[in-house]
Structures are given as structure tokens and as C-alpha cells.
């Protein structure tokens, strides 16, 4: 008994999804992270709330900009890393990324450059030294692997599936 040409134009469809589907994975992976940003979350299989930024200063007033992006640089890098027929990797090659994703101590010696300070319209020269950092920086993470995205993932190829099915 022979194919009918709708069967034929189905498996086609369903061989190029094949091919496509890393890429369609990729983006919803990247959305997903980016999405972390705005939502100031991770979602796995709870929603763990991201701790809130210490206010700095003396008069401890409220911070502009939002957790995690003072220049949105970190934000903007994350993107698709590597592809295969099989895997996406998403990633971000910001030097910083780690640090935040996954929380940790920062102990170590920096130098200073000099510069001047200015404060209440008044200006102080300051000498370059260097500056012991014991710093905790508290996990606020936006890349991984994750329950809910991976549900995403599979409802995003089930439609897809369905889609190529229906016609």
C-alpha cells in the first residue's frame, strides 16, 4: 500500500523540527534566564526568591536599577554557547556570572588606583593602595538546569509536534 503525499509532507515536517528543534530550545533556554532578571527568582521545582541587595551609605537610601544590573551587561551576555544534534549549553562569558549564579566568599588583596574623591562639593585626592575584600556574595542564580524549563521545553515540542500533526 503506498504513502499518501500528507503522510510524506508530515514526515518531512517532523525531520526538519528534528533539526531545528536545539535552536527553539536554545531561545526558550535564554529567555528563560533572562526572564530570572526581571522575575528576581530561580524557578526549579520552587520558586527560591533572590536575597535582596545590602543599601550602602550613610544615608541608606533606596538603590536605583534592579538586582544584578547596574549596566544590564551581565543580563545582555547570556546566550547560546553550543549546539548539537542533541544539546543546547547556554552560558555567559562575563567574568562575574559565576560568582553571583552561585554564591561565595570573595577573599583576597586588590589595589586602588589613585583618584580623586568628591563629596559634598569638595574634592580629596586618594593615593593607590591596596584594599583587603571579605566579601559574601549571596547566591542569586539565573543559569542552570531547571524543572520548570525543562517542562517549558517539553510543552514547546509537543506543540510543535501537534502543529506538524493537525495539517
Known amino acids: 500500500m503506498p504513502l499518501s503525499p500528507d503522510y510524506i509532507v508530515k514526515l518531512n515536517r517532523l525531520q526538519k523540527l528534528y533539526v531545528k528543534f536545539p535552536e527553539l530550545a536554545g531561545i526558550e533556554a535564554v529567555n528563560f534566564s533572562k526572564e530570572r532578571f526581571r522575575q528576581k527568582n530561580w524557578l526549579d521545582r520552587t520558586r527560591e526568591k533572590w536575597k535582596p541587595r545590602k543599601r550602602t551609605g550613610s544615608t541608606k537610601k533606596k538603590a536605583k536599577g534592579s538586582t544584578l544590573v547596574k549596566s544590564g551587561r551581565l543580563k545582555r551576555s547570556i546566550r547560546k554557547i553550543r549546539q548539537t544534534r542533541n544539546s543546547v549549553t547556554i552560558g555567559t562569558d562575563v567574568p562575574y556570572a559565576r560568582i553571583h549564579n552561585e554564591g561565595g566568599e570573595i577573599n ?18 586618594v593615593k593607590s593602595h ?28 509537543q506543540r510543535e509536534i501537534t502543529n506538524i500533526l493537525k495539517i
Request: charged content about 35%; hydrophobic content about 30%.
Open 108 to 125: 583576597k588583596s586588590v589595589s586602588v588606583r589613585s583618584h580623586t574623591r568628591k563629596r559634598k562639593g569638595r574634592s580629596a585626592k
Open 130 to 157: 591596596t584594599r583587603k575584600m571579605n566579601t559574601s556574595i549571596p547566591q542569586r542564580q539565573f543559569v542552570g538546569e531547571s524543572a520548570i524549563l525543562m517542562r517549558r521545553i517539553e510543552r514547546l515540542l
